[in-house]
C-alpha cells in the first residue's frame, strides 16, 4: 500500500513537471522563472502551484488560470505573472504546468 502511494505520487509529479500541451505544435521559446515571495522564503515556506494557459496566434499567452496551489493564497501572483511573460513559437494552443517553489 505503501509504496503504490509513492509510485502514484511519483507519477503525479512527473505529469506535472514540464508544461503538458494540448496542442503538440506550441513550442517555448521564452520561460519566465517566477519570484520567490519574500514573506514565503523568510518563513522557510514551499509549495507549488498548477496552472493551465492559453497561447494566441502570436505566441503570446493570453490567459492563466491557477488549477491547484499549495499551500493556498502564498505563490499563486508569482506563478502567474511569470507564466504571463512566456511565449510560445507562432500557432496558439493550451498548456498545462507546475511550477514548484523549493528553497
Do not use: C, H
Request: proline share 7%; aromatic share 8%.
Amino acid at each position: 500500500m505503501y509504496r503504490s502511494r509513492i509510485l502514484i505520487a511519483v507519477a503525479l509529479s512527473l505529469a506535472f513537471a514540464m508544461p503538458a500541451q494540448a496542442q503538440p505544435d506550441l513550442k517555448p521559446i521564452k520561460r519566465v522563472e517566477p519570484e520567490y515571495p519574500a514573506d514565503a522564503a523568510r518563513s522557510g515556506t514551499e509549495g507549488f502551484v498548477e496552472m493551465e494557459f492559453t497561447v494566441n496566434a502570436a505566441g503570446k499567452v493570453e490567459s492563466v488560470s491557477v488549477v491547484t496551489a499549495r499551500p493556498t493564497r502564498t505563490f499563486e501572483k508569482a506563478a502567474v505573472t511569470a507564466v504571463k511573460q512566456w511565449a510560445f513559437a507562432p500557432g496558439g494552443g493550451r498548456g498545462k504546468v507546475r511550477l514548484d517553489f523549493s528553497l
